[in-house]
């Protein structure tokens, strides 16, 4: 039987759906976190800003208490980079997800420094941040002390990723500081980090959020290798298409796939999004003109704006003494309608992230475009 074949506005349409784009959901945060699988966490407002274009009313507070509350981790999984999860989806993932940090800190350990003790290292981290909550400066402190003359980045970056820690939050701002300190995860959650895999589980949270993918997108999102022979036995409980390039897609049997005329708003992603980093090939959402401008010198990614479900365009916001911008720049020529909808919906994405007094008194807002007339 031959798959069907999604085009590339049927792909759009349903990831846009699973990642809560197509139209905002009314969930708790921990539970919409769940949802996608993780939430990219590299800068500490991009998750509040994520979620604040997914949710129906988020408020600062939504996201504030669980992490206070110890609900929702920070910490380093998928890729080697700094994600929020709930406490459970953490601890679900985490041990089928250690061998790609094993082998992102083994790369760099052949690289940089072959040969010295890394398993010391790590069990001296280990006791080191069990006494108290230590700063990164504090570990890499440790670590040259007791291992004089060593590069001491590789055995920082190997405790980073062999060692389950999560970002201790504070209680201001957007919760996390850019010197945070770290706890082992065991201690901060009460409960052991499990050290059973389930392939299958990462599989089922991947597809919810980013399907229908290929084993490739699904090896780009998580680090993990070499899935193609495991996947074939998880075959015959999901279902499968092709894209127009033949390549076969997995998906969940009941996942959403919307049809490609189904309406997309304009909706602001911040930095770093999810889904600008969830698939090998990510013509789903940046058109390949776009590239260059999405993906930024530094590994930075940039803040971006959806337009019918496609990336068109990114923005900033810009603060003075008492006005707050948001500056979009548009990829292509944007009609008065779209022009319409940023600037309405810019307007309250600036007043959610620079919202109360500047310097001087009450703080105004405003949308404006860049390079366009």
């Given at each position: 039987?031959t798959a ?5 506005r049927?792909l759009n349409?349903a990831t846009l ?5 197509l139209a905002r959901?009314?969930l708790p945060?921990p539970?919409?976190i769940d949802?996608l699988a993780g939430?990219q966490?590299?800068l500490?407002?991009a998750?509040y800003?994520g979620?604040?274009t997914r ?6 507070e ?7 509350e110890?609900?929702?981790v920070?910490a ?7 994600h929020?999860?709930s406490?459970?989806?953490y601890l679900q993932l ?10 992102s800190?083994?790369?760099i350990?052949?690289?940089r ?8 290292a ?11 909550l230590?700063?990164f400066?504090?570990i890499?402190a440790?670590l040259?002390a007791l291992m ?6 590789p055995l ?7 060692l ?13 500081p850019?010197n ?6 065991d201690?901060?959650?009460g409960?052991p980090v499990p050290?059973?895999?389930d392939?299958r589980a990462l ?14 997108d699904?090896q ?5 290798a070499k899935?193609k022979?495991?996947?074939q036995?998880?075959?015959?409980e999901?279902v499968?298409?092709?894209d ?14 919307p049809?490609?005329?189904a309406p997309?708003?304009?909706?602001f992603?911040?930095?770093?999004d999810n889904l600008?980093l969830?698939?090998?090939?990510r013509t ?5 003109a776009?590239?260059?401008?999405v993906f930024?010198?530094g ?6 704006v ?14 003075a003494?008492r006005?707050a911008?948001?500056v ?8 008065a309608?779209?022009?319409?909808a940023?600037a309405?919906?810019?307007?309250r ?7 109360g007094e ?10 404006r475009?860049e390079g366009?007339?």
């Open positions: 039987m069907h074949t999604l085009s590339v049927g349409r759906a699973r990642q809560m784009l959901a009314t945060a539970q919409a949802r939430l966490a590299q500490p407002v998750p800003i979620l604040w949710l129906h009313d988020f408020r600062r939504d996201l504030a208490r669980p992490i206070e110890r609900c929702v920070k380093t999984l998928m890729r080697a980079t700094l929020l999860f406490a459970e989806d985490r041990a089928t997800l250690q061998p790609a940090l094993d082998q800190a083994g790369s350990a052949r690289r420094a072959p040969g010295l003790d890394y398993e010391r790590v069990e001296a981290a280990r006791a080191y941040i069990a006494e108290e230590r700063t400066a504090e890499s440790m040259s004089r003359d060593a590069d001491v980045g920082r970056y190997t405790v980073r990723t062999r389950p820690l999560v970002q201790a939050p504070v209680a201001n701002g957007w919760s996390y850019g945070p300190r770290f706890a082992l995860a201690r901060w959650l409960r050290v059973e895999q392939l599989v089922w949270r991947y597809l919810a959020a980013f399907g229908p993918a290929t084993v490739s699904l780009t999102w998580s680090g993990l899935l022979e495991p996947l036995a998880l075959k015959p999901l499968t298409f092709r127009v390039g033949g390549r076969e897609l997995l998906d969940l049997p009941d996942a959403p796939r049809g490609a005329d997309a708003p304009a909706r992603l911040p930095d770093f600008l969830g698939h090998s090939l789903r959402i940046i058109p390949a776009f590239h260059a401008q930024l010198p590994l930075r990614v940039a803040a971006t959806l337009v019918d479900g496609f990336v068109a365009g990114a923005w900033k916001i810009e603060t003494r006005r911008s948001l979009i720049e548009p990829f292509v020529p944007f009609d309608p779209t022009r319409a940023l309405e919906e810019g307007e994405l600036v007043r959610f992230v620079a919202g500047g310097k001087g008194g009450e703080r105004s807002f405003e949308v475009f366009q007339r």
